[in-house]
């Protein structure tokens, strides 16, 4: 039996973590527990979710890891991580060889044996494009197509645009009316299912692998 942290950014990764993750997971004894990460505390209240220092995301990261009966890993988007983050300005032609660095880095400065530090290429939302004919259960079949055009546009789902006003969800938003990341994304998530993101996704594929081989 194990037992792994995931920490991560916000309510979309917790529903996804608690969802998607966890029964497939818990086929293999491995148990999932999703922990947002907290922005802020005051002395009667904790703000849930976004990234805007690394600072926190180290100090709450080593809180977590203090539990070395159990593995810790992250599910932060690559593309809003801080500034400051280790390594962050890495630049490899090859965007799996760019994070891999970037995640190393950070496993190093935290220095816990039982870290695995993971980045999601490029957000959560490029998930969703495993397969663009799931959003059949939330759109149109104009949006299905669409949305499959944009994935046939990238080489992977994980190399779909990184900028601002071109990110996956930004994407999903400029032709899903509505579009609710907690809702109709995790929605999406659990009609494609873990499998075929694993063959779609090499990066999240390699993740959810190093976490069913990872021993403290």
Known sequence: ????????????????????????????????????????????????????????????????????????????????????????????????????????????????????????????EALLFSEPQAFEHIANDRVVRQLQAIRNSAETPEHINNSAETAPSKRIQSVVNGYSKVRQGIIVAKYIGIDKMMSECKHFSAWIDKIVDFTV
């Open 1 to 124: 039996m194990k037992y792994v942290y995931i920490y991560c950014e916000g309510q979309t990764e917790e529903s996804f973590v608690n969802d998607v993750l966890y029964p497939y997971f818990s086929r293999m004894d491995i148990y999932v527990t999703p922990i947002i990460h907290k922005t802020k505390r005051t002395p009667t209240k904790a703000f849930k979710g976004g990234v805007s220092r690394y600072a926190p995301i180290k100090d709450e990261l080593i809180k977590l890891c203090q539990d070395s009966n159990c593995i810790v890993t992250t599910m932060f988007d690559y593309y809003a991580m801080p500034d400051d983050t280790p390594s962050i300005d890495h630049q490899d032609i090859d965007i799996y060889k760019r994070v891999d660095f970037i995640e190393n880095a950070v496993n190093e400065d935290i220095g816990c044996k039982n870290l695995l530090f993971n980045l999601v290429l490029h957000e959560f």
